[in-house]
Nanobody
Framework: QVQLVESGGGSGQTGGSLRLSCAAS????????MGWFRQAPGKEREIVAA????????YYAESVKGRFTISRDNAKNTAYLQMNSLKPEDTAVYYC???????????????????WGQGTQVTVSS
C-alpha cells in the first residue's frame, strides 16, 4: 500500500509564506512525477504545480507562477511546495499526488495521477 501524507498546511496572512510537504511511504513504487493540486469550496480540483522526479522539470499554473516553488528530495521520498506572497484566493485544500508512469511532459491532469494524499487545508486571511 502506497501512502502520501501531506503536512504543513494551516493559516497564513496575505503576503505570508507556508511550506507544504508530501511524504511517500509504503512499498516501493514507481513515480515519474509528483504534483500539487488544490480545491476551493464549490470549485473543481486544479493543478498547482508538478515536477518530473528524475529531471526536475516543473510546471506551474499561471495563478501561482513566480510565487510557488515545487521541489523534491529523493533521499527522503518527499515533495515540497513553498508558497510565498500568499493571497486569499490561495485558500483551498491542497492535495499531493504521484504519477507512476509518465510519457511526455509534466502531467497536468488529475487522471494522470495514480496516488493521492488526504489533503491539507490552507487558509489565507486578508
Amino acid at each position: 500500500q502506497v501512502q502520501l501524507v501531506e503536512s504543513g498546511g494551516g493559516s497564513g496572512q496575505t503576503g505570508g509564506s507556508l511550506r507544504l510537504s508530501c511524504a511517500a511511504s509504503g512499498r516501493t513504487f514507481s513515480r515519474d512525477a509528483m504534483g500539487w493540486f488544490r480545491q476551493a469550496p464549490g470549485k473543481e480540483r486544479e493543478i498547482v504545480a508538478a515536477v518530473l522526479w528524475k529531471s526536475g522539470l516543473t510546471y506551474y499554473a499561471e495563478s501561482v507562477k513566480g510565487r510557488f516553488t515545487i521541489s523534491r528530495d529523493n533521499a527522503k521520498n518527499t515533495a515540497y511546495l513553498q508558497m510565498n506572497s500568499l493571497k486569499p484566493e490561495d485558500t483551498a485544500v491542497y492535495y499531493c499526488a504521484a504519477a507512476a508512469f509518465v510519457v511526455g511532459g509534466v502531467p497536468r491532469r488529475r487522471d494522470e495521477y495514480d496516488y493521492w494524499g488526504q489533503g491539507t487545508q490552507v487558509t489565507v486571511s486578508s
